[in-house]
């Protein structure tokens, strides 16, 4: 829209943002968004059934982008990123912090005497409750530039809102916290208003994905298991009492019915740690859905990967009756609806393909092939001549490629540290043999030797598979 008009209105627009940007100030209408609700729940739905969508004038979204861009290169120039963090930000991956929780977690209950706690932390409409004084607090500390501050604090000035269903509307209502909705500065600022919630903590590795924190704590390797769930219940408790404080002071209350924790473990009928927050009980939980993976207390796949399938298979079914309409020779098309509504469910599967055992890996591979016999209606063909007559690409090409740029990815960036420093354990772990007298371990003990030579990676299982 901006480029179609004329340079006059052009020139017109840009004296009008750089004069705003001069004397720090932001259109009054534009600090106004109208707010229309879509149902999640039928024609009917109740109130929490509801999902609200901001709409706000063009012409300060312009504005607003502009003022991201630089307030971007400024957090660039001064590295204003933490490793924990994968959320809100370019170039970094959400399946980095998948990965890297769970070789974390594979790594620690190596040693069966070892367990794994992870804390899964659900703050209270974090994004909607960001408070606007911890907001500038946190920039300050980060030594934003004063100019910056002034523009952001007059931006959060004076927000109002009004519902809309039709040509009814309601009364004007005012936002006193809550990053606003529809700007494409919310999110940047709500990254940068946690940006010290990782330290905070103390003996334990964060993981973060815009407001969902995932905490792990790692057991000793020269202590008992059930010394180990005592030092665990005690770390936790304390980390919790992080927590609270931290969630005080910035007003970011956390919803204590929805943070559950984990143990992850290797031992039958194990004691569990007893966790509270504000002298709240925290939910133990066997299975956890982060992220969109269903991690469990024995670090098995096997749910996640039915409910995978079982998705798949919904898809396939749509495209048996989509496919009537669509005739055999419209390869194409067919190809499009597979690759738009099947395929990605295969890609999600893809980060965590190593830690499948074979029998899994055979069923998947399978299912992806059933796809393909769908799109050229190649029924009662076996899979190796299905892939010989479609000349279509195997599900392990599929794997080969994504892993190919993906552990260059892990190797490289930042906020996969984490994955690395397990990879370094791992290598350790095989060759090294100075750390077990460190330890109070003999070169030949049957302990150190069992531990070799169960550790696993899903970096080494990647460099066998693509020898």
């Not at 956890?288 to 993976?293: H, N, P, R």
Request: proline share 3%; with cysteine.
């Amino acid at each position: 829209m901006l480029k179609q008009l004329s340079k006059e209105y052009i020139g017109v627009i840009t004296v009008l943002f750089n004069k705003c940007a001069e004397k720090g100030n932001f259109f009054e209408k534009s600090e106004h968004a109208k707010v229309i609700c879509l149902s999640k729940d039928g024609l009917y739905p109740t109130e929490n059934k509801l999902r609200p969508i901001s709409l706000l004038p063009n012409l300060g979204k312009w504005f607003e982008r502009i003022i991201h861009k630089r307030i971007i290169n400024w957090c660039e120039e001064n590295n204003i990123f933490v490793d924990e963090q994968s959320g809100f930000t370019s170039n970094r991956r959400l399946q980095t912090r998948i990965i890297s929780l769970i070789e974390d977690m594979r790594l620690t209950i190596t040693a069966c005497n070892r367990p794994a706690l992870a804390i899964f932390v659900d703050f209270m409409s974090a994004f909607d409750r960001m408070w606007y004084p911890s907001l500038i607090s946190s920039l300050i500390k980060l030594e934003m530039p004063l100019s910056y501050i002034k523009w952001i604090a007059e931006w959060l000035n004076n927000r109002s809102l009004s519902i809309h269903d039709g040509n009814t509307f309601s009364r004007n209502i005012k936002m006193e916290v809550g990053a606003p909705q529809g700007s494409i500065l919310a999110a940047t600022l709500f990254r940068l208003h946690i940006h010290f919630l990782p330290s905070i903590f103390c003996q334990v590795t964060s993981h973060l994905f815009a407001d969902d924190l995932a905490i792990l704590m790692a057991g000793s390797l020269e202590k008992k298991f059930s010394l180990n769930i005592i030092d665990l219940e005690e770390r936790a408790n304390k980390t919790m009492k992080m927590l609270e404080k931290y969630a005080d002071d910035n007003l970011l209350p956390v919803n204590v019915q929805k943070t559950k924790f984990l143990l992850v473990h290797n031992v039958i009928s194990p004691s569990l740690p007893k966790i509270k927050y504000k002298n709240k009980k925290v939910e133990y939980v066997n299975t956890f859905k982060y992220l969109g993976v269903t991690i469990t207390t024995k670090l098995g796949w096997g749910k996640y990967i039915d409910d995978k399938l079982k998705k798949i298979r919904g898809t396939y079914k749509a495209m048996r009756i989509l496919f009537h309409t669509i005739p055999k020779n419209e390869i194409t098309t067919r190809r499009k609806i597979f690759f738009a509504f099947s395929l990605p469910l295969f890609i999600w599967l893809l980060p965590t393909w190593f830690y499948f055992t074979e029998k899994p890996q055979q069923k998947i591979s399978e299912l992806f092939t059933t796809g393909i016999k769908i799109i050229y209606s190649l029924y009662g063909w076996d899979n190796i001549t299905t892939q010989i007559l479609s000349r279509e690409k195997t599900l392990y090409d599929f794997i080969y490629t994504y892993w190919t740029r993906f552990s260059l990815y892990l190797e490289k960036s930042l906020e996969a540290t984490q994955y690395q420093h397990t990879w370094t354990a791992y290598n350790i772990a095989i060759d090294e043999k100075t750390w077990y007298k460190d330890l109070g371990f003999r070169k030949n003990n049957k302990f150190i030797k069992r531990l070799s030579e169960r550790v696993k990676h899903s970096k080494n299982d990647w460099i066998l598979c693509s020898r």
